[in-house]
């Protein structure tokens, strides 16, 4: 390797538009399929670099002129077949021919217990110009998508049209044949400024000769452009662009060249709630709004163009046309709903389908008043804050009638909680409506309100019990409902907030079930989804078997944060190592024990055990540090229980009264773990 000879090897792949959300996950997996494929080739390379804009793919690197010399070695027949009594067979011969070798260029290896002859066979070496092309074409059509299409009247098949293929080795063009395409060493400029063809006479040329055509290959340049500009010119305006992280990776990978600008619109928009003409320019128009030192919203956005052109006033002009005619809109829907007061849309829900299945929004309001009344005393509200759930269970689903909703879907909840405000209910009733969907993903925050937090965890579990009960369910990779993300709402709001007092997410899902009228089968299937959704959302935190040995029981999920940092306290210590073994010697004789009697009362050793067991059984469930201390005294009894009694007696009666202690005492100690997953 030494004394190999590196070139600089470039391939840019052109194609019409790529959806901005697929860019970077595509140039990504192109550039790891192009390493791997240099490895297996057996061509060295360093310097990778990859870039990717919405028309090109890009993959460089400096690349080996020849294939490094390789020796395989060949296996060939067994020394006991190729040889008898020290003469050569026609296998020996045989496989000499085919390795084109002597008998004394053989060795010898020993496989599985039998020695067979070996021979070393140098494969042939090709120049990296041969196989640069194979390993493109291979690359290419086998590059994962997340969709794909036809055109013209071939068959190729990828993200979007390939126009062009660009495949250089230093000076020399490399000849690709790949989707319907034969290579070149012509590339393009960005649409606007350059959009003719560009000729690349050598690969080190490459990156210069975009820069000249304004084409920014690097997406984090861009973004990096996008927000200084973009600073700047706010900072200039008086106000700070209002940043959203995920549009501006969207926005990056949308143009080649950044051209960032400030548009406006009249303040008389501004009557419009913040978060509609937020979601016009954000969703609607790939704008970030500007914003005021205190944090009002300023008549003005800063939009992004592709490249510079001579026209810029006539493109922020034609931006600023079709946002005016947006928040024209938006204006009209939101006068429109101030004429209907939230609560007078709540009988229209009758006809608003949840699902064919499933009926329409006004039954699931009636099974959530029926939910919340049959739990009424479980949850940390006094009496106003009790009449604040019913209230916000009335209301939490009417914006879905008001116009503004029914324009702008995304802002579900946020809209009913500002006409709640404007017509005076509660600020947890409004709270509630706002926080209806959240958490609504990993991260995402939880409802701080006991208000909103019992409508989260009342809401999912009828939603889930409901699809589950109807089969609708998440398979797989399967989930058209969203169901998984409604578990991880209902699992953190259950384990991060107080709400649910001394009552689980079982008894919860269990009365949910009850209510909707489904099958009690569907309680265990929730429950399973619920648990591994907040396992795994603190997967990151905790190791897998403590969430396991802690989830296994059912208790107020508050207490997992304490029952895991009990385990980490505790799991170096011989106590705690006795206690699992315990545990495990007692569960296995009474998993297959079969009838079983727990008597009143025991003697001797047996009795010993029976109290000891009743003291960690009756310790208060948060009383953790005391149940502790309980296992220190029941664990001794235990060794010496078995030292001492035969447990399979042969009286049946004796046996029965044995093993049912077994049980009791496996109980005892696996109270708040299930130590065998430990």
């Known amino acids: 390797m030494s004394n190999q000879t590196f070139k600089t090897f470039i391939v840019e792949v052109g194609v019409e538009e790529i959806p901005s959300r ?44 020849q294939q490094t010399h390789e020796v395989e070695q060949v296996r060939g027949p067994a ?9 050569p067979t026609p296998a020996l011969d045989g496989f000499l021919r085919r390795v084109n070798k002597r008998p004394e260029e053989l060795s010898r290896a020993v496989v599985g217990g039998k020695e067979y002859l070996v021979a070393g066979v140098e494969k042939p070496t090709q ?36 126009r062009w293929i660009l495949a250089l080795f230093d000076d020399e063009v490399l000849r690709v044949e790949a989707l319907g395409v034969e290579s070149g060493s012509v590339t393009y400029g960005n649409r606007t400024d350059h959009p003719e063809a560009i000729g690349i006479k050598d690969a080190r040329e490459y990156w210069p000769a975009l820069e000249r055509v304004l084409v920014e290959a690097d997406g984090e340049k861009r973004r990096t452009v996008i927000r200084e500009v973009g600073d700047m010119l706010a900072a200039e305006a008086g106000g700070r662009v209002d940043w959203d992280e995920e549009l501006l990776d969207e926005v990056a990978n949308l143009v080649e060249w950044p051209t960032p600008f400030l548009g406006g619109f009249e303040e008389e928009f501004l009557e419009v709630p913040d978060p509609v003409l937020i979601t016009s320019m954000k969703v609607h128009q790939r704008y970030f709004p500007l914003k005021q030192p205190n944090g009002h919203l300023l008549p003005a956005f800063l939009a992004v163009r592709n490249g510079r052109g001579e026209d810029l006033a006539e493109v922020r002009h034609g931006n600023e046309k ?13 006068r429109l709903d101030q004429k209907t007061p939230l609560s007078e849309h709540e009988p229209g829900l009758a006809g608003v389908t949840l699902h064919a299945k499933l009926g329409t929004y006004a039954d699931k309001v009636a099974r959530l008043l029926q939910l919340f009344d049959e739990t009424r005393t479980w949850w940390n509200v006094d009496q106003a804050g009790a009449e604040d759930v019913v209230r916000a269970i009335h209301l939490y689903k009417c914006d879905l009638l008001t116009q503004v909703v029914s324009e702008f879907p995304e802002l579900q909840g946020e809209m009913g909680a500002i006409y709640a ?26 409802p701080d309100r006991p208000v909103a937090a019992i409508l989260g965890l009342l809401d999912r579990a009828d939603t889930l019990v409901s699809f589950y009960g109807a089969n609708l369910r998440a398979t797989g990779s399967e989930d058209p409902f ?54 795994s959302e603190w997967e990151n935190e905790w190791p897998t078997p403590w969430l396991q040995a802690v989830l296994a029981r059912s208790f107020p999920w508050p207490q997992l944060g304490t029952r895991l940092a009990f385990i980490r306290d ?81 009286d049946p009666m004796v046996r029965q009264g044995r093993l049912g202690l077994v049980k009791y005492v496996a109980e005892a100690l696996g109270r708040y773990y299930a130590w065998d997953v430990l």
Not at 23 to 46: C, D, K, P, T, W
Not at 484 to 501: F, N, Q, Y
């Open 322 to 334: 079709v946002l005016r005619a947006r928040l024209s809109d938006a204006r009209y829907f939101y």
């Open 79 to 87: 020394v006991s077949v190729a040889y008898r009594e020290g003469v």
């Open 482 to 535: 969203g169901l998984r993300r409604v578990a991880l709402g209902l699992a953190r709001i259950a384990a991060e907030t107080p709400v649910l007092g001394d009552h689980t997410v079982t008894d919860l899902i269990a009365t949910a079930a009850k209510v909707a009228e489904v099958d009690a089968a569907v309680v265990n299937q929730v429950l399973q989804l619920v648990t591994m959704r907040l396992m």
């Open 570 to 650: 505790h799991q170096g210590t011989e106590l705690f190592s006795a206690a699992a073994q315990a545990y495990k010697r007692l569960e296995r004789i009474a998993r297959d024990a079969g009838p079983t009697v727990l008597h009143d009362t025991y003697g001797g050793v047996e009795g010993d055990l029976k109290a000891a067991a009743d003291q960690a059984l009756t310790i208060a469930a948060e009383d953790l540090a005391s149940w502790w201390g309980a296992v220190e005294n029941l664990v001794p009894v235990v060794e010496r229980f078995f030292e001492e009694v035969l447990v399979m007696d042969p």
């Open 421 to 446: 405000k404007q017509e005076g209910e509660r600020p947890d009733v409004e709270a509630a409506i706002r926080d209806q969907y959240h958490p609504g993903f990993p991260g995402d925050r939880v």
């Open 22 to 65: 697929f860019v970077e996950a595509l140039s990504a997996e192109f550039a790891r399929m192009m390493e791997a494929s240099l490895l297996e080739e057996r061509l060295h390379y360093r310097t990778p670099r990859r870039a990717a804009t919405p028309r090109r793919l890009i993959f460089q690197a400096a690349v080996a002129e």
């Open 127 to 162: 120049s990296a110009r041969e196989v640069l092309p194979e390993i493109v074409s291979r690359v290419l059509a086998s590059l994962p998508q997340p969709r794909s299409m036809r055109w013209g009247s071939g068959d190729a098949r990828f993200i979007r049209p390939v």
